[in-house]
């Protein structure tokens, strides 16, 4: 079992950064790869980016490629998401949560929300105009 908690979310003006993280704890030796997604209210929860446990490969959704930066700091077993200039439409409660073992490594397969075993509660992030 692992434990997720995001941490980082609150308020900001359009244009402004936000960093959040993700503490993991128990099993953690089982984590390979860590994801964030977020769901605005209504919407599907949407795939953001996704990153290894070195740190070393990452991958990102269009949207927010070039704007958010996803890391890694093993040691502490945290994932953070970096956030710059935000925009009204990112507004939503954003999620971590660890790719399932023993999936393929594909695109499809990483933002694929199913294939993620475990989440955080998530944290509201609100960006006003």
């Known amino acids: 079992q692992v434990q997720l908690v995001e941490s980082g979310g609150g308020l900001v003006q359009a244009g402004g950064s936000l960093r959040l993280s993700c503490a993991a704890s128990g099993s953690t030796d089982t984590i390979y790869y860590m994801g964030w997604f977020r769901q605005a209210p209504g919407l599907d929860r949407q795939f953001l980016a996704v990153?290894?446990?070195?740190?070393?490969?990452?991958y990102y959704a269009d949207s927010v490629k070039g704007r958010f930066t996803i890391s890694r700091e093993d040691a502490k077993n945290t994932v953070y998401l970096q956030m710059n200039s935000l925009k009204p439409e990112d507004t939503a409660v954003y999620y971590c949560?660890?790719?399932?073992?023993?999936?393929?490594?594909?695109?499809?397969?990483?933002?694929?929300?199913?294939?993620?075993?475990?989440w955080g509660r998530g944290t509201q992030v609100t960006v006003s105009s």
């Open positions: 990153v290894n446990y070195t740190g070393t490969d990452s």
């Open positions: 949560a660890v790719f399932g073992p023993g999936l393929p490594l594909t695109i499809a397969a990483v933002t694929g929300q199913h294939n993620y075993r475990y």
